[in-house]
């Protein structure tokens, strides 16, 4: 492509002669850099990309983006921008021909519930016969190719060659407040956006909640023209986002519990499986049934029934079709032992550990365990709480490690020890070997108990661990296949093993 037309829209700070060359490539990482490549310098929190020019320019880059005053000359043209990470975003729509234009677009933002969100919307529009690309955090979707995730969010050039490539007619994607900030989505063009909640987490990023929030709000400024915007008012946050889009005249639609709204959630029934009363302000009421028990589930279904609703499916197809879905690998996934339930799930917050666990009292826990740790280098301001929580609606939780990379087994221990005396109330044990926690509170629960093991979800392992495991799920099929002798490995419910609940 001609680089008049990859810069196009690109506001320079310099006065750069624009020459007539053929861009094959666009990089941010020098290494990568091909002949005929753009490069684009990014200032980076580990790297900054002003460093490595010379190295790009070596290898065949022919042009170069970035933000600082170059001391000396360059060989190849030199265009000094703003922000490299946003030009880097309308560079890469620009080089792959505004790729979002071409399909449906709907980005789901929110502390909890983003994932399985995007779940239920894939099944809701692949079951009215269109095709699907996922965006997220346990995967990605690509044409019907599975494909494994690296972040939540892949950086802007590569997240738009993923939507030149895709054939497909709708693009769900989970948005974190990550690729917000580093300006990963700019350019995009969104038919939907939902905001499923916000609370306490990232703060080691984002310093403060309300640049948190600040930060989530950013998304709904890429709405379509008449785009919609779909959000759960149930937090401070949420009105006030809602709030805060009306005042802008931007097309909003409310769901709450709590509140008067658009959507109002009624009648919540959970046990194994949820189901709750949702009446529309313009439309008859109707009944959401969904094979996942846990209130904060009824409010994932219901966000993905209302974009469904709103941006054209069928109305009886959708309610049928939330039936049918099967959940979300490592969120709420769940295994049966001798009538024991156990939760593998992503839970890494307070909320989220609240949601967990009220679903295992509302299906009638006759005990629940929890196991779960902390990983370095993440938000510690939250860890006090979390501990709170799980010491309050759980019978018996086990502090164990989850993965470390900068902080050593014995400090980590420590902080565990410390928060268990200042949070817990006496029901807590540290164990330092995760599987063998896993293990152990499997083993000790009898008919009735619910085990939950949060923080990883579907993840695998980074450090190794005393059984042969590479994941919480294999650990959690490993004890069971061995405890009962069993040679197959065993599987998470499904919705024919739910049948009997409904």
Known sequence: MNIRDVLQDIEFLNQPQIPHLEIHSISFNSKKVQNDSLFVAISGGQFDGHHYIEDAINRGAVAIVGEKEMKSPLPVPYFRVRNSRESLAKLSSNFYHNPSK?????GVTGTNGKTTTTFILKHLFEEQGLSCTMIGSVMNIINGENRPSIATTPDSLELNRILSESNDDVVI?????????????EGLAFDACLFTNLSHDHLDYHGSLEEYFLTKARLFQQLKENGKAIINIDTEWGERLFSMLQQKKVNSLSLSRLHDADYKILHVLSNQCSSALLVHQHHEELYIHLNMPGEHNIYNAAMAYIAGIELGLDNQKLL???KTFKGVPGRFEMFDYHGVTIVV???????????CLNAAKTCEAKSIRHVFGFRDGRD???????????????????????????????????ELTKLQKEAGNKKGRITKDRTIAIK????KSTKGDWVFVTGKGNEQYKNTYALPCSSDIETVQYVIKKSTHCEETPQSFHEDDQQSFL
């Open 380 to 414: 510690q301001s939250k860890r006090a709480e979390m501990v709170q929580v799980t010491s309050s609606l759980s019978d018996e939780y086990t502090l164990t490690l989850d993965d470390l990379t900068a902080v050593s087994p014995s400090d980590m221990l420590l």
């Open 440 to 443: 152990e509170a499997i083993e």
């Open 345 to 355: 799930d992503y839970a890494h917050t307070a909320d989220s550990f609240s949601y």
């Open 173 to 185: 994607m989970e948005v974190s407040s990550h690729a917000l900030a580093q300006a990963r989505v």
């Open 102 to 106: 071409k399909h449906m677009m709907i």
């Open 320 to 322: 049928s079709s939330l």
